[in-house]
């Protein structure tokens, strides 16, 4: 059956289905691997047990990181590339393959893979991409349904498609949340297949992104500690931004017949460095408040009592490999340290607020390069920008954490990130002289 065909068949049939709402919010988080220094998959999955995270979303099906999993008890949802959309919309056959390599066999392999969702592209939508992969979405999640339904999958295995926020829009209020003109059609036909299969609409929120890109933002709106700034919606008041998002999409969906579809958040968190309402301290109170708000039920004004089915926070680890074209923000979203370090207290609603790091996470020699100090340094420059367009230097720019650090501090900074990227390797520590190896660690003053 073509997919148009099918999507047909799944949109009569919704209209003919109850609403259903899925269980209560369960919490997740983002685990990428846009990273030069990974710490092993194994060591990440004991990670996530030693802290009670019970579900993971990938944006692949890595299969070093799907072994690891194997046997954890960790939920987890496969995200298939954007760049592989429209091979599979294209082909029923293609998707067949891509489900038997990347789900079928770790389902039927012994130990226990416990995959969950098929996250099917990664914000496909997304206005930058100017309608590239549109085409591609509702063709590529029928021939991926159609594989799981001969794998005898289908039942088990959900999809979705994470959606950025910008996706829908208002013109003031929560109220008055509607779909992209451009996106209507689309979105009838993706909420009418998710609501067939008993899946949930996908959507990435981010009040930071608010607060950084808007500079008339109130940023307690951004929050959930109560706002001086409510957003006031007829009967229905906003203290925070997280439930005005989430609201604005309830009355996007409402308007296209699917008003009580479940909702799971795909992706949500707070930087803490790369700019300047990014730090340690915001990241935690944001992340924080989230949580406490998610595990108190309490839902939103639209849908009081009925939180999102689960929320999957932006991110476990930092990613120093990641683009900043949006912003220097974009490599420190994680709750640990590219290393598996906790970066702040955070209570994951276990009890405790101690975040437990990371194990046995091998580690280079103790060897750092730093700037020679007895060379002129004032033609460093082109050295500095070799360095920090191979590793990432963006801790040392505005809204970083070592920002301050000085000008030699902040050449050592350069050199040591190169050396560490190039494995330690004595000649990425030459920089024609201005660089030297030490045994000493520079960031505690001993150097």
């Known amino acids: 059956m073509a997919a148009a065909a099918i999507i047909k068949v799944l949109v009569a049939a919704a209209f003919l289905m109850p609403a259903l709402l899925l269980p209560r919010a369960t919490e997740g988080v983002n685990w990428g691997t846009v990273s030069a220094h990974r710490m092993p998959p194994p060591v990440v999955v004991d990670l996530l047990r030693a802290n009670g995270i019970a579900k993971v979303k990938l944006f692949d099906a890595d299969p070093a ?14 995200g298939i590339r954007n760049e592989a959309l429209a091979g599979i919309a294209a082909s029923p056959a293609a998707a067949d393959a891509w489900v038997a390599q990347n789900v079928s066999r770790y389902v039927a392999a012994r130990g226990g893979f416990d995959i969950r969702y098929i996250a099917v592209g990664n914000e496909p939508f997304l206005t930058s991409y100017e309608g590239q992969l549109q085409s591609y979405v509702l063709p590529a999640v029928t021939n991926i349904h159609q594989s799981l339904v001969k794998a005898n999958l289908a039942s088990y295995i959900k999809l979705v498609v994470p959606c950025n926020a910008d996706a829908y829009k208002s013109a003031s209020a929560p ?64 203290y925070n931004a997280f439930d005005g998002n989430f609201d604005t999409l309830v009355s ?143 801790t040392l720019y505005y809204g970083g954490l070592c ?45």
Request: charged share 15%; with cysteine; hydrophobic share 40%.
């Open 65 to 78: 990181v799907l072994h690891a999993l194997a046997d954890s008890g960790v939920q987890v949802m496969v």
């Open 175 to 238: 109220s008055q949340g509607v779909f992209r003109p451009d996106l209507t059609q689309i979105m009838t036909q993706l909420a009418a297949f998710l609501s067939t299969t008993a899946a949930p609409f996908m959507v990435n929120i981010y009040p930071f992104l608010s607060l950084y890109q808007n500079s008339d933002f109130p940023q307690d709106y951004a929050f959930f500690d109560g706002s001086s700034h409510p957003v006031v919606d007829g009967p229905n008041v906003y």
């Open 252 to 394: 996007a969906l409402s308007k296209i017949g699917y008003g009580q579809l479940p909702i799971a958040i795909g992706e949500v968190g707070w930087p803490t460095e790369g700019a300047p309402s990014a730090n340690l301290d915001t990241a935690r109170a944001f992340n924080q408040g989230l949580i406490s708000h998610v595990l108190s039920n309490k839902g939103t004004p639209l849908r009081p009592g009925v939180p999102p089915v689960d929320v999957y926070l932006f991110s476990l680890l930092d990613e120093e490999q990641k683009s900043i074209l949006p912003g220097n923000f974009e490599r420190h979203w994680g709750i640990f340290s590219f290393d598996g370090q906790a970066k702040y207290p955070l209570n994951l609603g276990l009890g405790s607020p101690v975040l437990k790091n990371a194990r046995d996470v091998p580690y280079l020699p103790p060897r750092w390069c730093v700037a020679n100090p007895g060379q002129d340094l004032n033609n460093v420059g082109n050295h500095l920008k070799l360095a920090c367009t191979m590793a990432d230097c963006t």
């Open 403 to 447: 920002n301050a650090i000085g000008d030699k501090g902040n050449i050592s900074y350069a050199f040591n990130s190169y050396y560490q990227l190039q494995k330690q390797d004595a000649k990425s520590c030459d920089f024609d002289g201005l660089g030297m190896i030490t045994h000493l660690d520079p960031s505690i003053g001993s150097f």
